[in-house]
């Protein structure tokens, strides 16, 4: 209960009770004594916030590359979890209030372990935050966002996975490659340049050089070497062309071109050292247009 208003108002009392009976009684007792009573509705209890999370994928680094559905997550983010592969003008759109946590990993130097990772994602959306977990390309295109998914459900918090523009679509288009085209590519094989123990894994080499598709190699330019000669003893011609693009879509990008046989030297010597995607198969050689004004090999 508080005092009377002012002088200037009817004198009388403000009532605010959340409980109907102790309401009920004070009123009687003011309206016995001739007082004046309001009666205000309580203030309603703080809602909780609703714990959930969303994977969002960034794209290979261009900002407009972004979906809207991206960008609204990372609008009404309260923390933000972001990789090594994440571009500044991407974080750019992240509104001040949020929380930027930087998780990154790059090249095996694991900022936080993927265990770490999935228990910050969790429990900060326990405490009532909306957490985006922004992860560089595509979340559950060699990006482990398959793992932090099962652990958000298995924690019981919601979650939304927003799709991102992955580094094979991405290069592609910068290059005017289709990664399929009738008659020439009839299928595209997204693989990994190495494990989780750092070797190239045990792919179908076979299934690959005879598939007549093109061939994605995601985190490969190290062990470019070894993929190169798998695909050829498998029976990939060593005339297969290539090319391997460093940092698509951002600042520094280049491309080297060549085939199948020359590339892995070439880029060696090139020294790429961010993130690179090779693309391997006839549909390479349909940049030709853009070949001529770009880094060739050999
Ligand atoms: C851990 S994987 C993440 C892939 C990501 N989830 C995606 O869908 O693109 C990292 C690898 O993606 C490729 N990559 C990512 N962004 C790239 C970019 N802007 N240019 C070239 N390759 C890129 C490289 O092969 C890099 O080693």
Partial sequence: ???????????????????????????????????????????????????????????????????????????????????????????????????????????????????????LIVREARAGAHVVRLKGGDPFIFGRGGEELDSLRAAGVPVEVVPGITAACATAARLGIPLTHRDVARSLHLVTGHGSDGAVPGHDWAGLAASGGTVAAYMAARTLPTIAARLTEAGLPGSTPAVAVENASRPGERALFGTLAELPACLHEQGFSGPTLVLIGAVVALAQARKDTLHRAA
């Fill in 1 to 119: 209960m508080s005092a009377n208003p002012p002088s200037d108002r009817p004198a009388g009392v403000l009532l605010r009770a959340a409980d109907a009976d102790a309401a009920h009684a004070l009123l009687s007792l003011a309206q016995a004594a001739g007082i004046a009573v309001t009666l205000v509705a309580p203030e309603p209890p703080p809602v909780p916030k609703r714990p959930r999370a969303t994977l969002v994928g960034a794209g290979p680094g261009d900002p407009e590359l972004l979906t809207l559905r991206a960008v609204r997550a990372l609008r009404e983010a309260d923390v933000v979890l972001y990789d090594a592969l994440v571009e500044p003008a991407v974080l750019d759109l992240v509104p001040p209030k949020a929380r930027r946590i930087d998780v990154g990993k790059r090249c095996g130097r694991h900022a936080m372990s993927q265990a770490a990772i999935n228990t």
